[in-house]
Each structure stands twice: as structure tokens, then as C-alpha cells.
């Protein structure tokens, strides 16, 4: 089951950038109550070594919106 993303807080995303390995960030996400693969927590820490992200597009992601247009659907733009 994908995590929900409006349930991600801003403070749970500070704490996933500080994670360096698969496993610190599978660790992370089960104190948090989330469930997630080694694959998963892999694609997420590549995705996070080439985005750099400030207040206002954490508050889009925590918040459920689309930090990144071009790949938004519609509604959510």
C-alpha cells in the first residue's frame, strides 16, 4: 500500500533528508508508523541527492500539493 502523502509532515521530511542509507530511512519510517521497501527508500534518497527543496516547497509536499508542475495532474496545479 503506497503511503499516504498528506499524512507526511514537514518534520518527518527533515528527518527522511538526514538519512543517508536505505535502511536508516526503513528504520525512520517505522518509528513514524509508515511501512516501506529497501526499493522505495532507495528511489527516495536518489530523488533526494539532485533536489534541494525550501520552506515553500516542503510546505507543498507536507501539505499534498505538486512541488513540481510540470508533473502535476491538473487538478492539483
Request: charged fraction near 30%; aromatic fraction near 4%; include cysteine.
Amino acid at each position: 500500500m503506497p503511503i499516504d502523502k498528506t499524512k507526511i509532515t514537514k518534520e518527518m521530511l527533515e528527518k527522511a533528508s538526514h538519512c543517508k542509507t536505505a535502511d536508516e530511512l526503513i528504520a525512520l519510517a517505522k518509528t513514524e508508523g509508515f511501512e516501506i521497501t529497501k526499493a522505495e527508500a532507495e528511489a527516495y534518497l536518489a530523488e533526494l541527492e539532485n533536489v534541494e527543496l525550501d520552506t515553500t516547497e516542503l510546505d507543498k509536499i507536507a501539505g499534498g500539493g505538486c512541488y513540481m508542475v510540470k508533473h502535476c495532474p491538473q487538478n492539483l496545479i
